[in-house]
């Protein structure tokens, strides 16, 4: 590819994406969904802009793939894992070989060979990290059970990807000699040997990170040039993966393996704030790849194969993850949302297949076709993400909700409503209840909800920026209603439906940032607590009090710059225009932080006279003889 | 048991003259329990537990503090207000500080010819202190005359240092183990616990 093409490429991915992520998120189908559709666009099937020769966009996903793996490596966390270790060996696993076996199981069932049969089940077994985690995120349901369940096993799946490699090639044993055109290695050696090379590498690339990076990472830290950080990260990632393709490996793999060889290094935040920008638009790529890579010629050929092996996946899965789900105890919704999240093939399985296909295990026209599958079943994700969100969750917070319902409205006329019962909200309940103040409590997670049932505490489960619910828990009787929900949108909408519904209601509202508190003070909310302020100046004022200042006059300089804050903010928000709209968000925000510190003028609110500073009576007291004892 | 409590009320140290060279004297003398009030409630809000544990175990009740407007600096009062509780410190069944002595470490910007009648403050310092004088006889404890010193405004660096040496000896010879505690029954104010001749820092 000349360089004329490889420019003229890279500005159709950008273009592709700037257009539709921003369109799909405005239609309310998240970024991902919105990279998918670019891919499919640009892709050969419709416009063709883009991978006319069809090898360009593997490599395309393949880096994408790379990348990813490194930034999960590197979130692989020993603490991390030991923290969630029963949910994800115990979940988990049973995720991984339960599915395995039952799609195994169907494939021998549609007369597939044994080593085929189960060669497929492993691949279809995982689930896509990328999709899943990026819509939780974007959805907020990151800490929800369901959520808190699907990162667990996505982390199972990352590890299981290991041992399957090493089991590949055994898996093969039967096969005819390998076809693929690189020589590796591995070649010539019997399936135990190829397996014992794989655990080699495997070990060699432990070993040379614990021993090696951190001599040469301290070396380059020393020479306080930034951008080698970024080189000698990627030159690791390309320098594991050049040895994986020596003995024939995946390079996804490796690079893996490199991420997780850093997560134990103490350089790896440094690492990871320098590689942080590169992960969004990485991951685009490689959503955009997928989208791609869909073949529809292929699935034109073949439609009805094609889709009913994808339904019929992703019905196994499913069926799985709902009994696991229930097993593990999660709440109808929860386990709904979990299993709807997993129910997907990831993107391993391209990595995987391709092995398969290079080690004989699968033909050629079979993986194709389940390239496809995988491709098809990881845009779907998205959409059933959003099918839950728009239907399940709201049928669930009614039919839940009106059970519960009828007995608050006979006994419950509390003068505070609580929306949002987390670790903002709870403790703004706890303190009322302290102090013996009766408030309805609502709150939008179901298993916390159940939680709290437990320890006897009355909370509804529900949304609250529903009018009947809020009419339900006595929004027109109660005096005070607290707004902590997590979610800011839901915040904006419980907001104005108060503004029209219950004027009278008083709101006391959480914000997250400046940009919210100047939202909320547009929609007219008097009360608005951003979040972290109080405990920022108190961390503050104690961090005076240790540098030697005494405390009273800490808490004072405290409480001073509080009240400068917030008139700064008011001062900021009056001025604020409708250029707004087309400032970035964030640059936005960093003027505003410059607009705040600027007006903060710290060195005159702090000498400025207090009552106590008697240096103005001691100037008269030496010049007159009469003075008053003070002031 | 410790013998001296002193609770000290500043709202600005770090402004003050007199006090910043006296607290670097009291904290060093062994015996004395120094209570920094406003170091430990910067909200206000007095621990009270904590306060009548002190309170406790002490037999002489120091309040060292600028005067303010004829008054102590707005946390004692806090202090009083919170700590000398009913049926605690006074009342029928209030006799934890029963027996107890309680004075004021006081200093004042003017000069003590200016506490009287026809000068600029018109009554003696002492008869501003009267709430306290009061307060300790409800409580069943008794109140010792206090230790002033006067014409803080006017001093330089030298005056206030003679002033550290003067309290010093007062403090050292109530914490002496050989001092008779009812010696303070007799004496006009603690002023005149002063040792002399002072001695040289």
Redesign the interface.
């Given at each position: 590819m000349d360089q004329h093409s490889l420019l003229f490429q890279s500005m159709v991915y950008l273009a592709a994406a700037i257009l539709f992520v921003p369109l799909a998120k405005k239609m309310g189908l998240g970024a991902v969904l919105g990279y998918l559709l670019a891919g499919v666009i640009i892709g050969p099937s419709v416009a063709g802009f883009i991978g006319k020769e069809g090898e360009d966009i593997m490599h395309f996903a393949e880096f994408g793939v790379v990348m990813m793996l490194f930034l999960i490596g590197m979130e692989l966390e020993p603490a991390l894992l030991w923290r969630l270790r029963s949910a994800i060996l115990g979940l988990g696993g049973l995720q991984v070989v339960l599915s395995t076996a039952a799609i195994a199981g169907a494939a021998l069932l549609l007369k597939v060979p044994l080593s085929a049969a189960l060669a497929i089940g492993m691949i279809m077994s995982l689930s896509s990290t990328a999709i899943v985690l990026q819509t939780l995120n974007e959805k907020g349901w990151m800490p929800t059970a369901a959520g808190q369940s699907s990162f667990a096993v996505l982390l199972f799946q990352d590890i299981a990807v290991i041992p399957m490699l090493a089991i590949f090639p055994l898996l093969a044993v039967n096969a005819v000699a390998s076809e693929h055109s690189s020589p590796s290695l591995r070649d010539n050696l019997p399936a135990w040997g190829q397996t014992l090379v794989v655990l080699g590498a495997v070990t060699a690339i432990i070993f040379a990170g614990r021993y090696l990076v951190r001599p040469i990472m301290h070396i380059i830290a020393r020479t306080r040039v930034r951008e080698l950080f970024t080189a000698t990260a990627l030159l690791m990632v390309v320098a594991i993966a050049v040895l994986m393709n020596l003995v024939g490996l995946s390079s996804a793999l490796g690079a893996f393996l490199g991420g997780v060889v850093l997560a134990n290094s103490e350089y790896r935040h440094e690492l990871e704030s320098d590689i942080e920008p590169f992960k969004g638009l990485l991951l685009g790529l490689f959503f955009i790849a997928v989208g791609a890579s869909i073949d529809f010629g292929l699935i034109r050929e073949q439609p009805w194969l094609i889709f009913g092996l994808v339904i019929g996946l992703m019905t196994i899965k499913t069926l799985v993850l709902l009994g696991l789900g229930k097993l593990f105890k999660l709440s109808t919704d929860q386990n709904l949302l979990f299993s709807f999240a997993l129910c997907d093939i990831g993107e391993f399985a391209f990595v995987l297949l391709s092995i398969s296909l290079q080690s004989n295990i699968l033909d050629k026209q079979t993986t194709g076709i389940l390239t496809a599958v995988v491709a098809i079943s990881m845009a779907m994700t998205p959409l059933l993400m959003l099918l839950y969100e728009k239907l399940v969750q709201p049928r669930f917070t009614i039919t839940e909700k009106s059970t519960r319902k009828a007995d608050e409205i006979q006994d419950e006329h509390n003068p505070v409503i609580i929306a949002g019962f987390g670790r903002f909200g709870s403790i703004t309940g706890r303190f009322l209840r302290a102090n013996g103040i009766k408030a309805t409590i609502l709150d939008m997670d179901s298993d916390r909800v159940d939680a709290l049932h437990k320890l006897g505490i009355k909370v509804y489960y529900g949304d609250a920026s529903r009018y009947d619910l809020l009419v339900a828990a006595g929004a027109a009787k109660a005096k005070v209603l607290i707004i902590a929900m997590d979610d800011y949108e839901k915040t904006t909408s419980v907001v104005r439906m108060v503004k029209k519904y219950f004027p009278n209601l008083q709101m006391l509202v959480r914000a997250k940032d400046i940009e919210d508190t100047f939202e909320l003070m547009d929609l007219g909310v008097l009360h608005i607590y951003r979040e972290t302020v109080d405990t920022s100046l108190r961390l503050g004022?104690d961090a005076l009090e240790m540098l030697g200042?005494?405390?009273?006059?800490?808490?004072?300089a405290a409480r001073t710059f509080l009240r400068q804050d917030e008139k700064s903010i008011k001062g900021l928000s009056a001025t604020r225009d409708d250029k707004k709209e087309f400032v970035s968000a964030l640059k936005e925000r960093i003027e505003e932080m410059e607009k705040l510190i600027a007006s903060d003028k710290i060195r005159t609110w702090l000498d400025e006279g207090?009552?106590?500073?008697?240096?103005g009576?001691?100037d008269e007291?030496?010049g007159e003889p009469?003075?008053?004892?003070?002031? | 048991m410790a013998r001296v409590l002193i609770n000290f009320a500043h709202p600005a140290l770090e402004k003050s003259r007199m006090h910043a060279h006296l607290v670097p004297m009291i904290k060093s003398l062994p015996d004395i329990t120094f209570n920094d009030l406003y170091e430990h409630y910067p909200d206000l809000d007095v621990n009270v537990a904590r306060e009548q544990e002190l309170l406790s175990r002490h037999e002489i009740i120091l309040m060292q503090h600028p005067m303010y407007w004829y008054n102590a600096p707005a946390i004692v009062r806090q202090w009083q207000d919170l700590v000398l509780e009913h049926g605690w410190a006074y009342g029928h069944t209030g006799n934890a500080l029963k027996g107890k002595y309680m004075s004021n470490i006081i200093s004042a910007g003017s000069r003590e010819s200016e506490y009287r009648k026809g000068g600029r403050h018109g009554f003696p310092l002492q008869q501003f202190l009267l709430p306290f004088t009061q307060t300790a006889i409800l409580c069943n404890m008794n109140y010792i005359s206090p230790y002033i010193i006067y014409g803080v405004h006017r001093m330089d660096k030298s005056d206030i240092i003679e002033e550290v040496q003067r309290l010093k000896s007062v403090l050292q010879k109530l914490t002496s183990p050989d001092f008779d505690l009812t010696t303070l029954d007799q004496i006009q104010d603690l002023n005149e616990l002063i040792q002399e001749p002072i001695q040289k820092a």
């Amino acid at each position: 590819m000349d360089q004329h093409s490889l420019l003229f490429q890279s500005m159709v991915y950008l273009a592709a994406a700037i257009l539709f992520v921003p369109l799909a998120k405005k239609m309310g189908l998240g970024a991902v969904l919105g990279y998918l559709l670019a891919g499919v666009i640009i892709g050969p099937s419709v416009a063709g802009f883009i991978g006319k020769e069809g090898e360009d966009i593997m490599h395309f996903a393949e880096f994408g793939v790379v990348m990813m793996l490194f930034l999960i490596g590197m979130e692989l966390e020993p603490a991390l894992l030991w923290r969630l270790r029963s949910a994800i060996l115990g979940l988990g696993g049973l995720q991984v070989v339960l599915s395995t076996a039952a799609i195994a199981g169907a494939a021998l069932l549609l007369k597939v060979p044994l080593s085929a049969a189960l060669a497929i089940g492993m691949i279809m077994s995982l689930s896509s990290t990328a999709i899943v985690l990026q819509t939780l995120n974007e959805k907020g349901w990151m800490p929800t059970a369901a959520g808190q369940s699907s990162f667990a096993v996505l982390l199972f799946q990352d590890i299981a990807v290991i041992p399957m490699l090493a089991i590949f090639p055994l898996l093969a044993v039967n096969a005819v000699a390998s076809e693929h055109s690189s020589p590796s290695l591995r070649d010539n050696l019997p399936a135990w040997g190829q397996t014992l090379v794989v655990l080699g590498a495997v070990t060699a690339i432990i070993f040379a990170g614990r021993y090696l990076v951190r001599p040469i990472m301290h070396i380059i830290a020393r020479t306080r040039v930034r951008e080698l950080f970024t080189a000698t990260a990627l030159l690791m990632v390309v320098a594991i993966a050049v040895l994986m393709n020596l003995v024939g490996l995946s390079s996804a793999l490796g690079a893996f393996l490199g991420g997780v060889v850093l997560a134990n290094s103490e350089y790896r935040h440094e690492l990871e704030s320098d590689i942080e920008p590169f992960k969004g638009l990485l991951l685009g790529l490689f959503f955009i790849a997928v989208g791609a890579s869909i073949d529809f010629g292929l699935i034109r050929e073949q439609p009805w194969l094609i889709f009913g092996l994808v339904i019929g996946l992703m019905t196994i899965k499913t069926l799985v993850l709902l009994g696991l789900g229930k097993l593990f105890k999660l709440s109808t919704d929860q386990n709904l949302l979990f299993s709807f999240a997993l129910c997907d093939i990831g993107e391993f399985a391209f990595v995987l297949l391709s092995i398969s296909l290079q080690s004989n295990i699968l033909d050629k026209q079979t993986t194709g076709i389940l390239t496809a599958v995988v491709a098809i079943s990881m845009a779907m994700t998205p959409l059933l993400m959003l099918l839950y969100e728009k239907l399940v969750q709201p049928r669930f917070t009614i039919t839940e909700k009106s059970t519960r319902k009828a007995d608050e409205i006979q006994d419950e006329h509390n003068p505070v409503i609580i929306a949002g019962f987390g670790r903002f909200g709870s403790i703004t309940g706890r303190f009322l209840r302290a102090n013996g103040i009766k408030a309805t409590i609502l709150d939008m997670d179901s298993d916390r909800v159940d939680a709290l049932h437990k320890l006897g505490i009355k909370v509804y489960y529900g949304d609250a920026s529903r009018y009947d619910l809020l009419v339900a828990a006595g929004a027109a009787k109660a005096k005070v209603l607290i707004i902590a929900m997590d979610d800011y949108e839901k915040t904006t909408s419980v907001v104005r439906m108060v503004k029209k519904y219950f004027p009278n209601l008083q709101m006391l509202v959480r914000a997250k940032d400046i940009e919210d508190t100047f939202e909320l003070m547009d929609l007219g909310v008097l009360h608005i607590y951003r979040e972290t302020v109080d405990t920022s100046l108190r961390l503050g004022a104690d961090a005076l009090e240790m540098l030697g200042v005494r405390a009273y006059h800490s808490h004072r300089a405290a409480r001073t710059f509080l009240r400068q804050d917030e008139k700064s903010i008011k001062g900021l928000s009056a001025t604020r225009d409708d250029k707004k709209e087309f400032v970035s968000a964030l640059k936005e925000r960093i003027e505003e932080m410059e607009k705040l510190i600027a007006s903060d003028k710290i060195r005159t609110w702090l000498d400025e006279g207090e009552g106590w500073d008697s240096s103005g009576i001691r100037d008269e007291a030496t010049g007159e003889p009469d003075v008053p004892v003070k002031k | 048991m410790a013998r001296v409590l002193i609770n000290f009320a500043h709202p600005a140290l770090e402004k003050s003259r007199m006090h910043a060279h006296l607290v670097p004297m009291i904290k060093s003398l062994p015996d004395i329990t120094f209570n920094d009030l406003y170091e430990h409630y910067p909200d206000l809000d007095v621990n009270v537990a904590r306060e009548q544990e002190l309170l406790s175990r002490h037999e002489i009740i120091l309040m060292q503090h600028p005067m303010y407007w004829y008054n102590a600096p707005a946390i004692v009062r806090q202090w009083q207000d919170l700590v000398l509780e009913h049926g605690w410190a006074y009342g029928h069944t209030g006799n934890a500080l029963k027996g107890k002595y309680m004075s004021n470490i006081i200093s004042a910007g003017s000069r003590e010819s200016e506490y009287r009648k026809g000068g600029r403050h018109g009554f003696p310092l002492q008869q501003f202190l009267l709430p306290f004088t009061q307060t300790a006889i409800l409580c069943n404890m008794n109140y010792i005359s206090p230790y002033i010193i006067y014409g803080v405004h006017r001093m330089d660096k030298s005056d206030i240092i003679e002033e550290v040496q003067r309290l010093k000896s007062v403090l050292q010879k109530l914490t002496s183990p050989d001092f008779d505690l009812t010696t303070l029954d007799q004496i006009q104010d603690l002023n005149e616990l002063i040792q002399e001749p002072i001695q040289k820092a």
